[in-house]
């Protein structure tokens, strides 16, 4: 197994702190010469030397305690903030409904289908985008498939949906003028457990709002299948690896 090359990380590290020290040290100046105060004013309310001082301002309070450092931010009434940046091998904060996304784009590579991710459904508003929009050319059909790690407020989802099927009906017949378009949608859930809770306290609702079988959406998402006529409702693992019928018997 490869050293960690630890010369490389004493040497960065020592650079970092240099630069650091420099700006907050030229930060506490500026504040200090902002109220008026000497280097022994401002040491006197942070309960330090007038010495102590003098080396911050310098760049050189590397060897201060960072309670000291705290004593210094109250002084000036102000906040000290001390964190790590955000870690580059951290999870997107939207790492579960891309997982959805990430699968229905591949599968309908698969399939042979033509595939945006967040086509603006409004060109003159980027904001309004759907999920994932899928193009098969032999049947002239524009899918919509909107992709819920977490669903919240579902009358609102549910009208959201209806727009944004309207939108692309409309768009769908400048992609193919001298074609009869179709346009079909189904909402893809990650099947966590409170999205199986609430689907299951909501029957009725859910039922009602997609008609379509889930079977056959599932069928239709995974290969290259006509979709049924009417929106379904699909569940999606929760690591994003295959998808499976809401509704056993539809």
């Known amino acids: 197994m490869t050293r ?6 004493f040497a960065e590290a020592a650079r970092r702190e240099r630069a650091l020290l420099a700006e907050l040290g030229a930060d506490v100046r500026g504040s200090r010469v902002r109220r008026h105060w000497t280097q022994r004013q401002l040491a006197s309310r942070a309960g330090m030397s007038q010495s102590g001082v003098s080396e911050i301002e310098r760049g050189l309070g590397g060897p201060l305690s960072l309670a000291t450092w705290e004593r210094l931010a109250v002084a000036l009434d102000r906040q000290l903030s001390v964190r790590f940046s955000r870690d580059p091998h951290d999870e997107p904060v939207d790492a579960g409904h891309l997982l959805v996304q990430e699968l229905i784009l591949r599968l309908a590579r698969n399939a042979g289908r033509g595939r945006s991710f967040e086509l ?18 032999r049947r ?22 209806d727009r944004k099927l309207a939108d692309i009906r409309s768009a769908s017949v400048a992609v193919w003028p001298e074609r009869d378009p179709q346009v079909r949608g189904c909402w893809v859930v990650r099947a966590t457990r409170r999205n199986r809770t609430l689907v299951g306290r909501y029957p ?16 239709a998402l995974a290969a290259d299948e006509a979709p049924p006529r009417d929106p379904g409702l699909v569940w999606c693992d929760v690591p994003g690896t295959r998808l499976y019928a809401w509704r056993a018997r539809a």
Not at 4 to 9: D, N
Not at 204 to 219: D, I, K, L, M
């Open 204 to 219: 009725e609702v859910f039922a009602t709002r997609f008609p379509g079988s889930s079977r056959g959406w599932t069928r």
């Open 120 to 137: 603006p459904t409004r060109p003159g508003d980027p904001a309004l985008s759907a999920d994932v929009c899928l193009r098969d050319e």
């Open 4 to 9: 960690p090359r630890v010369s490389h990380v």
């Open 140 to 161: 002239a059909m524009l899918v919509l498939v909107e992709c819920w790690n977490t669903i919240t407020d579902i009358g609102a989802s549910a009208r959201s949906f």
